[in-house]
């Protein structure tokens, strides 16, 4: 009976710990998202001091959670390898890079070196434009998948897509000149009202969602 | 203080003060009578055949980070991983959760690791990916997580660029069931054209609404209306001021 009685007031302090905590972490939010929202409307004095600061701290705390992604990274593909998982020559090119990087940052100076700046325009650049390069590809796929018409509205979209593509190109004119007026008028006035009121959507949405966390409604830091 | 400024100041108040007069009156039925968003639905569907599977579902937070201009994509789509954390306890394979910013693991690991899990006494571990922070590097490791056996469906939802549509394109070559949102006009397009549902543009941020039916999720909403047709009222009135004057 004692033993559980021991067991009740361990888990009643854990309770309380967790309540503390996640007030805690309450409090430190609105004040640091108030403190930022009002340097926004102060450029100069000591909310923007403090701003900075909050600031600073915070790209403490990213950098931070940056090491932890690559401590999870890295287990995750050293665990492949020791299990001889399917692809694990993937993880090994990885985890060879990794180290390489680190090397590199280290022996020659930081991430602003020279040799730095030359192994990522080396490396990691040209792979990555390799990797955009695909895009006109896979976009001639998706507008494949879309040109199939399934209902008013892509039947529509196509009539649409059709008209703006002849407008853009110079036989388009010479089959009809009024084709590159009515691509005008297609940019300037549907699409771009479709684009405004989307955009007006989305900044009401992110005031919203700003809002809800700054005023402590939504703690997506804190289980709720 | 410049009048840039004031105005924003001016927003933000009039915004605080129609988000409490929608807490005050709104009415108890409120939450069924939103206009329904097929996503949603398809999410849970999405969920219950990877349940019956014993697949997993694969969950994108984005490319965009929690400490960027975009954050509030990026906190969108923690309402809806809470959301599937949340149903995701009689799961055999614990959600496969991918993402570009380190600072949204710990975040996502916290969610993954629901109650819900250990009220049915079933405790899968917690699949929390970190990628990379470079877009295009981000959406080679999601194309390779989608092309193994083990993922059912995907849902992509938050911050894109152009490289959505690699990620898409692969789910749809794949076979894989996909479900995306995001709110850049520019990748909207390329979500339509790849995604059986989506959220698109403020749709993505009425996901915690629609998904926990909280109070103040479903009052922010009748308050961004209330915004909106403010603006709207004022766009009208200007239009009408510069046309006669």
């Given at each position: 009976m004692q033993g559980l009685s021991e067991v009740g007031a361990d888990t009643s302090s854990q309770k309380k710990g967790q309540v503390v905590t996640r007030r805690a972490s309450v409090a430190v939010a609105l004040v640091a998202g108030v403190i930022v929202l009002v340097d926004f409307f102060f450029e100069r004095g000591a909310p923007d001091a403090i701003a900075r600061y909050v600031l600073y701290s915070a790209s403490v705390v990213a950098a931070?959670?940056?090491?932890?992604?690559?401590?999870?990274?890295?287990?995750?593909?050293?665990?492949?390898?020791?299990?001889?998982?399917?692809?694990?020559?993937?993880?090994?090119?990885?985890?060879?890079?990794?180290?390489?990087?680190?090397?590199?940052?280290?022996?020659?100076?930081?991430?602003?070196?020279?040799a730095?700046?030359?192994?990522?325009?080396?490396?990691?650049?040209?792979?990555?434009?390799?990797?955009f390069s695909l895009l006109a590809f896979f976009f001639v796929t998706a507008i494949y998948r879309v040109f199939r018409i399934k209902n008013f509205e892509s039947g529509l979209f196509i009539v649409v897509a059709i008209v703006v593509l002849l407008g853009q190109v110079p036989v388009g004119a010479?089959?009809?000149?009024?084709?590159?007026?009515?691509?005008?008028?297609?940019?300037d006035v549907p699409a771009l009202a479709g684009v405004r009121g989307i955009l007006l959507g989305v900044g009401l949405g992110s005031v919203a969602v700003g809002l809800r966390v700054l005023l402590g409604m939504d703690r997506p830091y804190s289980r709720q | 203080m410049s009048l840039a400024q004031w105005i924003g100041l001016a927003f933000l108040a009039v915004f605080i003060m129609a988000?409490?007069?929608?807490?005050?009156?709104?009415?108890?039925?409120?939450?069924?009578?939103?206009?329904?968003?097929?996503?949603?639905?398809?999410?849970?569907?999405?969920?219950?055949?990877?349940?019956?599977?014993?697949?997993?579902?694969h969950v994108s937070l984005g490319t965009?980070?929690?400490?960027?201009?975009?954050?509030?994509?990026?906190?969108?789509?923690?309402?809806?991983?809470?959301?599937?954390?949340?149903?995701?306890?009689?799961?055999?394979?614990a959600p496969i959760v991918t993402l570009a910013d380190a600072a949204l693991i710990p975040i996502a690991l916290d969610m993954m690791q629901e109650p819900a899990h250990k009220q049915v006494g079933l405790q899968p571990a917690p699949d929390v990916r970190w990628l990379t922070s470079s877009p295009p590097a981000y959406a080679a490791g999601v194309m390779e997580v989608l092309g193994g056996s083990e993922v059912m469906s995907s849902v992509m939802v938050g911050a894109y660029g152009d490289e959505y549509l690699l990620m898409g394109e692969a789910a749809n070559r794949l076979n894989r069931r996909q479900l995306a949102g995001a709110s850049d006009p520019t990748v909207l397009?390329?979500?339509?054209?790849?995604?059986?549902?989506?959220?698109?543009?403020?749709?993505?941020?009425?996901?915690?609404?629609?998904?926990?039916?909280?109070?103040?999720?479903?009052?922010?909403?009748?308050?961004?209306?209330?915004?909106?047709?403010?603006?709207?009222?004022?766009?009208?009135?200007?239009?009408?001021?510069?046309?006669f004057f």
């Open positions: 931070a959670t940056l090491l932890l992604g690559l401590i999870t990274l890295t287990k995750r593909h050293v665990d492949k390898l020791i299990r001889r998982a399917p692809g694990r020559g993937y993880s090994a090119v990885l985890l060879a890079a990794l180290l390489a990087t680190l090397v590199i940052g280290f022996v020659g100076g930081g991430p602003g070196s020279p730095m700046r030359r192994w990522f325009e080396a490396v990691l650049f040209p792979l990555e434009a390799a990797l010479l089959i009809w000149d009024q084709l590159p007026i009515i691509k005008d008028w297609v940019f | 988000l409490y007069r929608s807490k005050r009156q709104a009415q108890p039925d409120v939450l069924a009578r939103l206009r329904p968003i097929p996503f949603f639905d398809q999410l849970t569907d999405a969920m219950a055949r990877a349940a019956e599977s014993g697949r997993a579902l965009g980070g929690i400490a960027s201009d975009l954050a509030a994509d990026s906190l969108a789509a923690l309402s809806v991983l809470e959301a599937i954390a949340r149903r995701s306890g009689t799961f055999d394979r397009p390329f979500v339509w054209a790849t995604a059986e549902g989506m959220l698109m543009g403020e749709e993505l941020y009425a996901a915690g609404a629609y998904l926990s039916g909280r109070a103040w999720h479903v009052h922010s909403l009748l308050a961004q209306d209330c915004v909106r047709w403010m603006i709207v009222l004022a766009i009208l009135v200007l239009v009408g001021f510069n046309s």
